[in-house]
T-cell receptor
């Protein structure tokens, strides 16, 4: 597709359930990022994938959070045993990934509500 | 994780007014970026800055990379209704040189009063 696609756009779940969020990056983009944006807050870095390198997981808030990426395509962010504080918009971005500076293109996000 | 300090947190202005917001950090940055986020959408890149002192314009938007490399500002001239949204600064700290991880600011919410 033309841009970064995320699904679902909205997800309502019960506390304690697992959720899986999906991101389809722009074709050809080797770098992929996940961010969390709580209501009225800025973007909080979660995890970063670059090509076949080991992902930078330094932003994951707990071991309930994990993410995978298949090659240079789709990524899934999984949150296990969801808690109410996990409620936020989860944004995915991708970029060409060359050089220390670059442009990140964002998806519209998945709004997660944990009841 | 680290976040950049943006100010003001929110602005209420009348159409046609000029807007100024800034972003500061305690550490040196290699790159400064400014994004705009509309409701229900992801952020969209507005301006990118790569050198200390650089001043770059994109239409009615002007941004500068501070000389100290620890700050940046964004100006919007003659605001119009479609300027409403949340503006984020983002940057690449010097310590992250060699990877593409960005640090984002806390955002400035711009509202235009009718």
């Amino acid at each position: 597709g033309a841009g970064v696609s995320q699904s679902p756009s909205n997800k309502v779940t019960e506390k304690g359930k697992d959720v899986e969020l999906r991101c389809d990056p722009i074709s050809g983009h080797t770098a992929l990022y996940w961010y969390r944006q709580r209501l009225g807050q800025g973007l909080e870095f979660l995890i970063y994938f670059q090509g076949n390198s080991a992902p930078d997981k330094s932003g994951l808030p707990s071991d309930r959070f994990s993410a995978e990426r298949t090659g240079e395509s789709v990524s899934t962010l999984t949150i296990q045993r969801t808690q109410q504080e996990d409620s936020a918009v989860y944004l995915c971005a991708s970029s060409i990934g060359r050089g220390p500076w670059e442009f990140q293109y964002f998806g519209a996000g998945t709004r997660l509500s944990v009841l | 994780g680290q976040q950049l300090n943006q100010s003001p947190q929110s602005m209420f202005i009348q159409e046609g007014e000029d807007v100024s917001m800034n972003c500061t950090s305690s550490s040196i940055f290699n790159t400064w970026l400014w994004y705009k986020q509309d409701p229900g959408e992801g952020p969209v890149l507005l301006i990118a800055l790569y050198k200390a002192g650089e001043l770059t314009s994109n239409g009615r938007l002007t941004a500068q990379f501070g000389i100290t490399r620890k700050d940046s500002f964004l100006n919007i001239s003659a605001s119009i209704p479609s300027d409403v949204g949340i503006y984020f600064c983002a940057g690449q700290p010097l310590v992250n040189f060699g990877n593409e991880k960005l640090t984002f600011g806390t955002g400035t919410r711009l509202t235009i009063i009718p």
